[in-house]
């Protein structure tokens, strides 16, 4: 949700919190409590919407970090089994390519540590039968082929997660939308009608219609309910 977002919900929330205080008022005919309730309803929908989102976005974020750990935990020892027997047989060649500082290893992208441990392994398992004396055993071997799959994985599903928070944002576009038509086209309309017998619930009704942006307050423009239901407005 981005921040515009975000001052927008907190307004919609106060608006919602001042109608269910003032029931009366709010109910007072079918048509207001037919669009309060739609209005409630959007609500609702905004904050499951939202807590899906950053569940999703949460569990990728942990998947991913823990992947990438148990990866680094064994390609160091993998790489430095290589790089002692390339050492030992003189392989100045081999010595280059598994020759990497393992600092290195945290500070690389995912895509660039996924490629480095594949490189890694296409060499551990082309020298296999040598490496069990450096520490490589073929158990070792196979289990740091497991985690490069597994990284391998939790990548695309992080990307997977990135698309679907791009989607999940572009629904919350539109519920955001769908509330601000139904407050400026119908519900602030109808409160004209109880302006007379409820003054105050009108004037409060407005004020909380204000969205505060960094202690700035931006009033809505409710007349213009073309802009308001834009979803580029939300």
Do not use: C, W
């Not at 082929?145 to 791009?166: L, W, Y």
């Amino acid at each position: 949700m981005t921040k515009r977002q975000n001052n927008k919900r907190t307004m919609f929330e106060s608006v919602l919190s001042l109608i269910e205080t003032n029931n009366t008022s709010a109910s007072s005919f079918p048509g207001i409590t037919e669009s309060v309730g739609t209005f409630r309803d959007l609500m609702q929908e905004i904050h499951n919407k939202t807590v899906v989102v950053q569940q999703v976005a949460v569990g990728k974020a942990i998947a991913k970090q823990e992947a990438r750990e148990a990866l680094i935990a064994l390609l160091v020892p993998v790489q430095a089994g290589l790089f002692a027997y390339a050492r030992k047989q003189g392989d100045g060649g081999l010595k280059a390519k598994v020759g990497t500082q393992p600092s290195r290893f945290r500070g690389m992208r995912a895509t660039v540590l996924g490629s480095a441990a594949e490189g890694i392994l296409k060499l551990a398992k082309e020298n296999a039968e040598n490496l069990a004396i450096h520490g490589v055993t073929a158990e070792t071997l196979a289990s740091f082929e497991g985690t490069v799959e597994a990284f391998t994985q939790a990548i695309g599903e992080r990307e997977a997660s990135v698309a679907a928070r791009v989607a999940g944002r572009a629904g919350l576009r539109d519920l955001f939308a769908e509330i601000e038509a139904v407050l400026g086209q119908e519900v602030d309309r109808y409160l004209e009608f109880i302006r007379q017998n409820d003054p105050d619930f009108y004037a409060s009704y407005f004020e909380a219609r204000v969205v505060k942006n960094m202690g700035i307050r931006h009033k809505e423009t409710l007349s213009l309910v073309a802009e308001q239901s834009s979803p580029k407005a939300a």
